[in-house]
């Protein structure tokens, strides 16, 4: 059972470069989310989407783009980045109704320097 | 807005004893969800138990139990007869029925003693 897959798990990237965080779900969910954890900060909401050609920004989104690729891949993108996108990042599905839990991603553990 | 607030940074509890994380929240939407994750030092989210807005009685899973005090919007997390892998990080959330998003409170490291 993969459940929610993420990858790469381990990124280091120089000031300036772009990359792409990929998730992908098999759980047929319709709502799919991306976080990103701080030290002290718990969880923050990045980008969600509700279903299948939505996204909504959540507390966090300046510096980061998603696309909605289809109803299994939510993708995170960092046009260019920054030192302050040190995180460990977090993909995360749920059925759309509001009062299930979400499943999470392994993680993303990146580093900008 | 919604809002989560986790007021306890870090706990103690002795193996076998009982504890309590705090967790409070804020919402005008009368349906909700209330959840609480684990995150050991692995890094995993463990989901481990959810309560309704709409619940008449408070959850329990195994020796998890949510303390759900409607009028004073608060969620406790009790784990009874605690075990040296309950070590984590814990994690209350919330999701509006109106408002997709899940949210997340800054989390508790329990530190459970032998």
Redesign the interface.
């Known amino acids: 059972n993969a459940g929610v897959t993420q990858t790469p798990k381990f990124q280091v990237l120089k000031t300036g470069q772009s990359m792409t965080l990929q998730c992908a779900q098999d759980m047929n969910h319709n709502?799919m989310?991306w976080?990103r954890q701080d030290p002290?900060?718990?969880?923050?909401?990045i980008y969600?989407s509700?279903s299948e050609g939505t996204t909504?920004k959540?507390?966090v989104p300046n510096g980061y783009n998603v696309s909605r690729l289809n109803k299994r891949e939510f993708s995170l993108r960092l046009e260019s980045a920054a030192p302050s996108q040190t995180s460990?990042y977090?993909c995360?599905s749920?059925e759309?109704?509001?009062?299930?839990?979400?499943?999470?991603g392994?993680?993303t553990r990146l580093t900008v320097v | 807005a919604q809002k989560i607030t986790q007021t306890q940074p870090g706990m103690f509890v002795q193996e076998k004893e009982a504890v309590t994380l705090d967790c409070t929240y804020d919402t005008s939407d009368p349906s909700y969800g209330l959840f609480w994750y684990k995150q050991p030092s692995s890094g995993e989210m463990i989901f481990l138990i959810y309560q309704g807005s709409y619940d008449q009685q408070n959850a329990t899973e195994g020796r998890y139990s949510l303390n759900f005090q409607k009028a004073r919007k608060s969620a406790n997390l009790v784990i009874s007869a605690s075990q040296l892998g309950d070590s984590a990080m814990y994690f209350c959330a919330m999701r509006e029925i109106n408002n997709n998003d899940m949210r997340f409170g800054a989390g508790t490291r329990l530190t459970v003693k032998p």
């Open positions: 709502s989310y976080y002290g900060m718990g969880l923050r909401l969600y509700a909504d959540g507390e460990v977090f995360a749920s759309w109704t509001g009062l299930l839990e979400a499943f999470f392994q993680g």
